[in-house]
């Protein structure tokens, strides 16, 4: 029977990455007052199917090889790029989580999508389903040869400490709507947590919930504290903000539900409160939200067979 809580190393690491640390660079484009006639030795040359168009940095459409093949039968092969292209590009942020770009290749069904700067639009680079796939495996293994550094002692390390009961605990602010920093907590516990020898399969799920809980506090909050304690049994995380609250906990738990507004969702923050998400990672989980006050959550990760045997979902 496979674990329903069984988190694999891709599931957490489209997480952890930015879009701009998978997308490529070094993107061919042209400018709206090229020729069409000019796409043809372009699109054959670099065996591409679409190009961006960029005036002065900034995107400003898009053309395609099926834009080509139309002009071409109109017999408009003279016409500038700009009457031609697409204004409207579904684009993606560079500094968004890269676990929205696979969302949205999912749910659009593009081939790639160009990714620009959420301030100013400028051009950033592009990204397609094989820069992820290339992305991931170049961040498996630097992961794997920093795992080897810090392995020399981590298998003992509640071991060497002589108490009767050890508790260790880290602290993180998260500041609210600071979009450019969203995911930093979860990703500097986890590296946390690999340091001190921490089992992988309990990290990753760590840090997905945490990544989940994180988000709810940048989202919808002014800010909010994270509180990890971890002892040679568990890593219990407590999430507490002193924002708006949440009415309905029940239909929160709802996968897919959000309260967010449409410009979070255009900011590629707002696939959903991630509380399903949370329940699916945890091994037990505890929330406590009251309306105009604030909302406190409690996930709890077990690192032995044992105290998991006896463990049970609450919300």
Not at 103 to 120: A, C, H, I, L, N
Not at 159 to 178: R, S
Not at 256 to 284: V, Y
Request: aromatic fraction near 6%; glycine fraction near 10%.
């Amino acid at each position: 029977m496979v674990d329903e809580k069984e988190i694999t190393k891709v599931q957490e690491l489209v997480y952890e990455l930015k879009v701009g640390q998978v997308m490529v660079k070094d993107v061919i484009t042209v400018t709206p007052h090229n020729l069409m006639s000019e796409l043809r030795d372009l699109l054959r040359d670099k065996r591409i199917s679409g190009v961006p168009v960029v005036d002065k940095g900034r995107l400003v459409g898009l053309v395609s090889i099926e834009d080509f093949i139309k002009c071409l039968t109109d017999g408009k092969m003279g016409s500038p790029v700009e009457e031609r292209m697409n204004r409207n590009v579904k684009t993606l942020y560079d500094n968004e989580p890269l676990v929205h770009a696979v969302k949205e290749f999912d749910r659009m069904g593009y081939g790639r999508f160009p990714v620009v700067d959420r301030e100013s639009g400028k051009l950033m680079g592009i990204i397609t389903k094989g820069d992820i796939i290339r992305g991931l495996l170049k961040k498996m293994e630097i992961d794997y040869q920093e795992e080897e550094i810090h392995r020399y002692r981590a298998s003992h390390f509640f071991e060497d400490i002589v108490a009767d009961k050890t508790t260790l605990i880290f602290q993180y602010n998260v500041i609210g709507k600071d979009f450019d920093r969203a995911g930093e907590t979860s990703s500097g516990l986890k590296k946390t947590l690999r340091r001190m020898g921490i089992s992988p399969k309990a990290i990753r799920r760590l840090a997905i919930a945490t990544y989940e809980a994180e988000m709810n506090i940048v989202v919808f909050t002014d800010g909010g504290e994270i509180t990890a304690r971890v002892t040679p049994q568990e890593v219990r995380v407590e999430v507490v903000d002193s924002g708006p609250g949440i009415p309905d906990i029940k239909k929160a738990m709802e996968p897919g539900f959000s309260t967010a507004p449409d410009w979070i969702r255009e900011l590629g923050f707002g696939a959903g409160m991630g509380l399903a998400n949370i329940r699916k990672c945890a091994d037990a989980m505890h929330l406590e939200s009251t309306v105009g006050k604030g909302t406190r959550l409690e996930i709890t990760v077990y690192l032995n067979e044992k105290e998991k045997h006896g463990s049970g979902n609450d919300s």
